[in-house]
């Protein structure tokens, strides 16, 4: 039986899935400092490693590596919750700021085929960024951290989100867009094609395990998704 992603003529991709934080809005500082803050409360702060930790990877992991690192006894959603909080605060009077040609990109991109959010980032804090810049009716699926067990550079992000999306069986014609490294691996061993995304990757990721790497999203056309897959 063909399915309708793969149906879907030859040259058009099956879904694109993208990453959040760093590839839509810029707030991987605000994520950094969230979590910092929130950690303060409980009475410790985060070395420059755990910091730098935190850009790219998902709660679980970021939860995992804290409770280890510090001895502490707390639950995931606690943590989330607190650090929401103070991103909230920190971006009080901005709201999330778009990278650069985001939203005009997801906007052409979604007359083209199925869009999804797989993110590291909390529920809420997808949401929050989403509904922000104005983007979220544009996509079908849109995971948080609590959705999967496994963050990046596991692939259980990407495949929720094609099985959600109906494409799992053509993981070969999706195509995920990232600005880290664990993301960029998390797509591939998702099956897909990767887009890395350099204008958001702040602290300087290899994005070399990309099949291509652009500037910024405004570079992502209709021709290269075609050429991908």
């Given at each position: 039986?063909?399915?309708?992603?793969?149906?879907?003529?030859?040259?058009?991709?099956?879904?694109?899935?993208?990453?959040?934080?760093?590839?839509?809005?810029?707030?991987?500082?605000?994520?950094?400092?969230?979590?910092?803050?929130?950690?303060?409360?409980?009475?410790?702060?985060?070395?420059?490693?755990?910091?730098?930790?935190?850009?790219?990877?998902?709660?679980?992991?970021?939860?995992?590596?804290?409770?280890?690192?510090?001895?502490?006894?707390?639950?995931?959603?606690?943590?989330?919750?607190?650090?929401?909080?103070?991103?909230?605060?920190?971006?009080?009077?901005?709201?999330?700021?778009?990278?650069?040609?985001?939203?005009?990109?997801?906007?052409?991109?979604?007359?083209?085929?199925?869009?999804?959010?797989?993110?590291?980032?909390?529920?809420?804090?997808?949401?929050?960024?989403?509904?922000?810049?104005?983007?979220?009716?544009?996509?079908?699926?849109?995971?948080?951290?609590?959705?999967?067990?496994?963050?990046?550079?596991?692939?259980?992000?990407?495949?929720?989100?094609?099985?959600?999306?109906?494409?799992?069986?053509?993981?070969?014609?999706?195509?995920?867009?990232?600005?880290?490294?664990?993301?960029?691996?998390?797509?591939?061993?998702?099956?897909?094609?990767?887009?890395?995304?350099?204008?958001?990757?702040?602290?300087?990721?290899?994005?070399?395990?990309?099949?291509?790497?652009?500037?910024?999203?405004?570079?992502?056309t209709d021709e290269l998704c075609a050429s991908l897959v």
């Amino acid at each position: 039986m063909t399915s309708e992603s793969d149906a879907r003529p030859i040259g058009i991709p099956a879904a694109i899935l993208f990453d959040l934080d760093g590839t839509l809005v810029d707030s991987e500082r605000e994520n950094v400092e969230s979590v910092v803050l929130a950690c303060r409360r409980l009475g410790f702060d985060l070395s420059e490693d755990e910091r730098r930790f935190v850009i790219g990877h998902s709660w679980n992991e970021i939860h995992a590596l804290i409770v280890a690192n510090h001895a502490i006894s707390i639950e995931m959603e606690v943590l989330i919750a607190s650090a929401v909080d103070e991103k909230r605060a920190l971006l009080a009077n901005t709201g999330y700021r778009p990278l650069p040609a985001a939203v005009e990109t997801v906007r052409r991109l979604a007359g083209l085929c199925p869009l999804a959010i797989a993110s590291g980032a909390s529920r809420v804090e997808v949401r929050d960024a989403i509904e922000s810049i104005g983007v979220a009716r544009y996509f079908q699926v849109a995971l948080g951290a609590e959705d999967y067990q496994r963050g990046k550079p596991a692939p259980d992000a990407y495949l929720l989100a094609m099985e959600r999306l109906g494409v799992r069986s053509a993981a070969r014609r999706c195509i995920v867009i990232e600005d880290a490294t664990p993301g960029i691996l998390a797509g591939r061993a998702a099956g897909a094609r990767v887009i890395g995304v350099s204008i958001g990757n702040f602290v300087g990721y290899d994005l070399s395990a990309a099949d291509v790497v652009v500037d910024t999203l405004a570079d992502i056309t209709d021709e290269l998704c075609a050429s991908l897959v």
